[in-house]
């Protein structure tokens, strides 16, 4: 199944106050709970945006909360908690530095990328998606599969986490975009706080 299939669905027009709304106190919560124990990553996808959507990535809740806020209405967020996908023994790359030896230009070791090649080659469409620290603040989300331009995104990513407070981790994305493993999946509120109840996406 393709993100197409899960993330986005079919267009209705209405817009109401009993939707998913990634504002809603108890998201909020949720959210600030996860980012105390790890990483939050997903998928934020633009309401009538004309374009695919961008891979995000959080580490403090100041941050989450700036970027949701500044999102469009109507724009959709699907989330994952990366200290969960941890927990189900899913990540693919799980890497910190000083995991590695003191040389290594990246935290993707040659083992780690053969099998991040291996689980995108098993199936046409598969996609990984990849959260990285390189010693700063901001984390850097990557969506890529095999074949597109994102694939020498994330090569060149990796390549800047071999410093001092960097940080790695590859989710199988094809494989956990799914509900059961969402953290949330909910959109920006409306000046109403009305959210779309089918998005154009």
């Not at 990634?22 to 600030?32: G, H, P, V």
């Not at 998928?43 to 990535?57: K, M, N, P, Q, T």
Request: net charge negative.
């Amino acid at each position: 199944m393709n993100r197409e299939d899960q993330c986005v669905e079919p267009y209705d027009p209405r817009w109401t106050l009993g939707g998913p709304n990634i504002l809603a106190e108890a998201n909020l919560r949720t959210a600030e709970e996860v980012l105390r124990q790890g990483w939050i990553c997903g998928i934020h996808l633009h309401f009538a945006g004309g374009r695919s959507g961008d891979a995000v990535a959080f580490g403090k809740y100041p941050a989450y909360l700036k970027y949701v806020h500044a999102a469009t209405p109507g724009d959709l967020f699907v989330l994952w908690s990366v200290p969960e996908i941890r927990r189900r023994n899913l990540l693919l790359v799980d890497a910190r530095y000083g995991d590695v030896e003191p040389r290594s230009t990246s935290l993707l070791s040659p083992d780690s990328l053969r099998d991040v090649r291996e689980y995108l080659a098993e199936e046409t469409g598969r996609e990984v998606l990849a959260v990285a620290a390189s010693g700063t603040a901001d984390l850097t989300g990557v969506l890529t599969d095999l074949d597109g331009s994102e694939w020498d995104r994330f090569l060149g990513l990796v390549q800047q986490t071999s410093v001092s407070g960097g940080e790695l981790c590859v989710l199988p994305f094809t494989s956990v975009d799914r509900p059961e493993f969402y953290l949330l999946k909910a959109k920006r509120p409306n000046e109403k706080g009305e959210v779309p109840l089918g998005g154009a996406y």
